[in-house]
């Protein structure tokens, strides 16, 4: 007999156990009923179905297909938030709703659990009005309670509740955290146009261009021309402030000038002079340095030439 027992208590566990696991079937349930259609519809296209089945313990507050007018052409965000607010995560029936409204307790809505919720929109109160009807409303204040209790559609203790309601439960501020319509919903897809027009400016290619034009200034060739004439004149006997102008007198001279060329020579270079060579202390050293160097360079020229001479003759 002990034997016996003790197996009829693991079978009653097991049975307990497997009914837990899948206790109910929201959509077949409400499917029985033709004027839940809407509603149970709309259950399934925005998923809420399924964290509804996964609950052990559930309250449906259910509305017939003419109490949800005001959803048509909403979007689906909006619906299933506001279809939330209907779920509530514990079993009421008619006594325990009873019981709760003496206490003031507030029922706790699946659209608290989905963290979306603010200032008390995931909570419902009951109260009673009239002659002892039982009405619903959001927790949120100032909000109306207006939502009547019309009957009991299944009780399955302690599992699931379903209770017919007069219609939605208005929730504040609801509309502002989800669009509103399905048109809307729509309006940031046209927001990334602007996004795709931004790649057209390729200025990618025009920012070459002063690469190019940085290229262009290469006169740093044209610049090492001077430099022949700086080796040139560097065993020339010169002052320390004629230095500059002999380096360029001897700059533009080839080496098989003649003699009768090179004195011709020597006056257009002084004019250049004072633009290449650099700027004395003083406008007085300036004026010295000019008259002294159109001599020296003559001086010079007349050198150069007898070297150049000199050096043909040692070539010969």
Not at 91 to 113: I, V
Request: proline share 8%; charged share 15%.
């Amino acid at each position: 007999m002990g034997f016996k027992s003790s197996s009829l208590l693991c079978l009653a566990l097991l049975l307990a156990v497997s009914s837990s696991i899948h206790a109910f079937d929201i959509t077949k349930l409400l499917g029985q009923n033709p004027d839940f259609a809407t509603f149970n519809k709309y259950l399934t296209e925005t998923k809420l179905a399924e964290p509804i089945n996964s609950r052990n313990t559930i309250t449906i507050l259910a509305v017939s297909d003419a109490g949800l007018s005001s959803l048509s052409g909403k979007s689906q965000q909006f619906i299933k938030a506001s279809l939330s607010t209907h779920v509530i995560l514990d079993f009421f029936d008619e006594k325990k709703l009873m019981e709760a409204q003496g206490s003031g307790q507030l029922l706790t809505t699946l659209y608290q659990s989905s963290g979306l919720a603010m200032n008390q929109q995931g909570f419902i109160k009951v109260a009673l009005i009239g002659e002892g009807e039982i009405a619903f409303g959001s927790a949120v204040n100032g909000a109306p309670l207006d939502v009547s209790l019309v009957k009991t559609v299944v009780s399955q203790p302690y599992n699931i509740s379903i209770l017919q309601v007069t219609k939605l439960i208005v929730v504040p501020g609801l509309d502002a955290q989800t669009p509103a319509s399905s048109g809307n919903a729509q309006a940031p897809a046209a927001a990334k146009t602007p996004a795709e027009g931004a790649k057209s400016p390729v200025p990618a290619q025009n920012a070459k261009a002063p690469v190019a034009s940085a290229k262009a200034p290469v006169p740093a060739q044209g610049a090492k021309a001077p430099a022949p004439a700086q080796k040139a004149n560097a065993d020339a006997p010169t002052s320390g402030a004629q230095s500059p102008s002999s380096e360029e007198v001897t700059a533009p001279s080839p080496s098989d000038v003649s003699a009768t060329d090179s004195p011709a020579e020597a006056p257009t270079t002084t004019e250049s002079s004072p633009s290449l060579a650099p700027g004395p202390a003083d406008d007085e050293t300036a004026a010295d340095a000019s008259t002294s160097s159109s001599s020296s360079r003559i001086m010079v020229g007349l050198v150069g030439s007898v070297m150049c001479f000199a050096s043909l003759l040692a070539v010969m």
